[in-house]
């Protein structure tokens, strides 16, 4: 069985990964809990519960890429 979703690794320095897996993992995965805890938070305003996620998950991934 491929696991093709796993292709990106060979992009890893392109991602934020340039200083090994294990960093990049944690700053991803900070960057998801985040993203749902201000979910959780707004989960009153439906609007908001998607929007706030999504919008923290794009520009902390994106500050990953690039930094």
């Known amino acids: 069985m491929t696991f093709g979703w ?4 060979r992009y890893a320095d392109d991602f934020g990964y340039s200083h090994g897996l294990l960093p990049g993992t944690v700053g991803t995965v900070a960057v998801l809990g ?34």
């Open 34 to 67: 985040t993203a749902f805890v201000a979910g959780y938070l707004l989960r009153r305003v439906a609007v908001a519960s998607w929007a706030v996620p999504l919008v923290l998950t794009g520009a902390g991934i994106a500050w990953l890429a690039t930094h």
């Open 6 to 9: 796993l292709r990106w690794l």
